[in-house]
């Protein structure tokens, strides 16, 4: 059981349900630009920063600091909790184009990294499968 904090807009999300955690490019990470893991959306909580981080403070890795600049240091700005568990580590971390592609043969259309987006079951059940596997990250096949 665990807590992310990010901003209230946009609200893609909705629980209960699954996030797929993909780790932004870094020089010098092995495993950027990688779907790296899978967890069970619990709740989702929309309130000001003090408020959140007093309700999930023994949740989450943010310090206090962390949740007022996610909040602009703003204390009347609205932030998101994300209450996520059961987190599970891809055994093959799955490249982004592979999403992409998945996207572009279902929707017509990719998408940006830099917010959440919604995805169907059937895309989440192929990249789960992929995730599991040990080719996973080498082909959507």
Request: with cysteine.
């Amino acid at each position: 059981e665990n807590v992310y904090y990010r901003a209230a807009r946009p609200k893609v999300l909705s629980a209960p349900g699954r996030v797929l955690w993909y780790v932004s490019q870094e020089e010098g990470c092995l495993g950027s630009k990688h779907i790296r893991a899978c967890s069970m959306l619990d709740e989702l909580v929309i309130g000001k920063p003090k408020d959140l981080f007093r309700q999930f403070r023994r949740l989450g890795i943010y310090e206090w600091r962390d949740v007022l600049a996610l909040a602009r240091n703003d204390l009347d700005r609205d932030i998101m909790a994300i209450q996520f568990s059961n987190t599970e580590i891809f055994g093959s971390p799955i490249p982004w184009g592979t999403l992409q592609q998945l996207l572009l043969e279902e929707r017509g259309c990719g998408s940006q990294v830099q917010s959440p987006i919604r995805i169907s079951n059937s895309i989440f059940i192929r990249l789960y499968q992929l995730g599991q596997t040990k080719t996973g990250s080498d082909a959507v096949g």
